[in-house]
């Protein structure tokens, strides 16, 4: 297993961001490059860039971070002032190279290239009876769905396309589309994964998130709305509603956890948002302690929010080491055995002797925290209060997040109470869900908060609800038909 995988196996896991621009004149796949690199927390298993000169559509991609991915010589392969391109998570599996994006294919106005961050909930119905019609498959993933659909209805003209195919989709989808002529980008009529549009220098660029704008000199200008599309050409930018838009449930993780800090969704600056998590914590389950200290780095701003809001002092209790994503030596059993000490080492000074709030974002299974705990002990602290921004996590996510099925969610199958001794914690406290929809500051805007509820705002069918509140399956014997939270068999 490679050692950041063993680290994020107790986070939830993003399926993946998605970008798509316009720079007249000007080279797209720098700046494509540029931009996933902004977007690397949200897929960092592939990369992939695909642009067009106007003639044909050229792509790389490959399994591996951006920066491994790209080089200069790859970047001067792909010509063209137009592209899309993708980061993707997956989990396991044998066919994860195949699955990467941007997904291509031909069409009647000539080759498209797909990129997609979500999750359909109805990919295994739609493939069925797109083979029974004779289509043919080349990869496993949801995406490839989207990618067919739109080919099929291509020759409509791409406003017909976006909004025929949008009308067959089931879930959640944040899509962006290259074609010889223009980019495209297309959004779920439930908003759940978020997608944003702006200007980049003459032309126009689309992201998954405002923090990819900022290192290409992208100013943002609005999000694409629940059902909205947007199209990019010589012509412009244009806008419209594709579907009629249906009650809005934008990811409440997005806001705890999965977006990147310095990124803005629904007006909220997601930074304050968390610092106001950690202070809503505080107001929940107060401790009297010696030192707040966060779980590098997603629980440095709650962290900050509990310091402020209680008088506890902040302070650093451990480092992250920083580049142990960047190698590919696996560890050796012993080290394995060391677990998260390979990511994280105590800063004893800091620790030795207090009584510790220990602030993270979220527990999934709980094996990392525990060993963080106990950490923490072995290091001289006299008491370790777990303080967790996130609520507890009860329920699997059909929309796009990789969380676990519901039998390895350790909140699932035990009690506030159990999980503090199973973490070996002197207390421990979720914030609510209510705390975390004031922090975020809900106004008009609508959430979903399946994982924590059960209520799911889209329904899901019956055989994919069953399978994720069973055991996992064996995803070795079985081809996956999503992006990778899921697995189905795809023959019957
Ligand atoms: S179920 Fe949870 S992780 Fe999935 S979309 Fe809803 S809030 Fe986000």
Redesign the pocket.
């Known amino acids: 297993m490679h050692q950041d995988e063993a680290w994020h196996q107790e986070r ?1 896991k993003e399926e993946c961001g998605v970008v798509g621009l316009y720079v007249p004149g000007e080279e797209a796949s720098r700046m494509i490059f540029f931009a996933l690199f902004a977007l690397q927390h949200r897929g960092q298993e592939s990369s992939g860039i695909a642009v067009t000169d106007g003639t044909a559509v050229r792509m790389h991609k490959d399994m591996g971070l951006v920066s491994s991915v790209f080089d200069e010589t790859i970047l001067k392969s792909l010509p063209g002032d137009m592209g899309v391109g993708h980061n993707r998570y997956s989990t396991s599996g044998s066919s994860v190279h195949r699955n990467a994006q941007p997904i291509h294919c031909i069409s009647e106005i000539g080759e498209i290239a797909v990129a997609h961050n979500g999750n359909l909930i109805n990919a295994y119905e739609l493939r069925k009876e797109m083979e029974a019609e004779g289509e043919t498959f080349v990869s496993t993933a949801d995406s490839e769905v989207i990618a067919r659909l739109l080919v099929r209805n291509m020759k409509m003209g791409p406003e017909h396309a976006i909004s025929a195919t949008m009308q067959k989709l089931k879930g ?1 989808y944040s899509v962006t589309v290259l074609t010889p002529r223009m980019v495209m980008g297309f959004r779920d009529p439930s908003g ?1 994964r978020p997608l944003t549009v702006g200007r980049l220098g003459n032309g126009y660029m689309i992201a998954s998130e405002t923090c990819a704008f900022e290192p290409v000199g992208g100013v943002v200008e609005q999000e694409v709305h629940p059902g909205e599309f947007v199209i990019i050409d010589e012509k412009g930018m244009r806008m419209a509603q594709a579907v009629p838009a249906q009650p809005e449930s934008m ?4 806001f705890i956890y999965f977006a990147r800090p310095d990124s803005v969704m629904f007006n909220t600056s997601l930074y304050n948002a968390r610092v106001r998590m950690g202070e809503n914590l505080w107001k929940e389950h107060p401790v009297v302690a010696d030192i707040v200290v966060p779980v590098p780095d997603s629980g440095i701003p709650a962290a900050i929010g509990y310091a402020r809001a209680s008088g506890i002092p902040f302070g650093e209790g451990m480092m992250k080491s920083r580049y142990i994503h960047r190698t590919f030596i696996q560890p050796d059993q012993r080290m394995r055995e060391l677990g998260v000490r390979m990511k994280l080492a105590p800063l004893k000074e800091n620790i030795e002797g207090k009584r510790v709030v220990l602030v993270d974002d979220s527990i999934v299974r709980g094996t990392t925290t525990n060993q963080i705990v106990k950490m923490m002990f072995d290091a001289g602290a006299k008491e370790v209060h777990v303080r967790i921004t996130a609520p507890p996590i009860k ?1 699997p ?1 059909f ?3 990789d ?1 676990a099925s519901k039998g390895e969610l350790i909140a699932a199958v035990k009690s506030i109470d159990e999980i503090s001794q199973h973490l070996g914690a002197s207390s421990l406290g979720y914030l609510s869900v209510d705390g975390a929809m004031d922090a975020v500051g809900e106004g008009e805007r609508r ?6 509820t059960g209520n799911y705002p889209i329904p899901v069918p019956d055989k994919l609800s069953k399978l994720a509140f069973e055991e996992p399956p064996d995803v070795g014997e079985m081809a996956t038909v999503s992006t990778g939270q899921m697995s189905l068999p795809v023959e019957d």
């Open positions: 939830p959640a759940v990811c409440l993780f997005e329920f996510c929309y796009g997040i969380m959430f979903c908060r399946a994982c924590f």
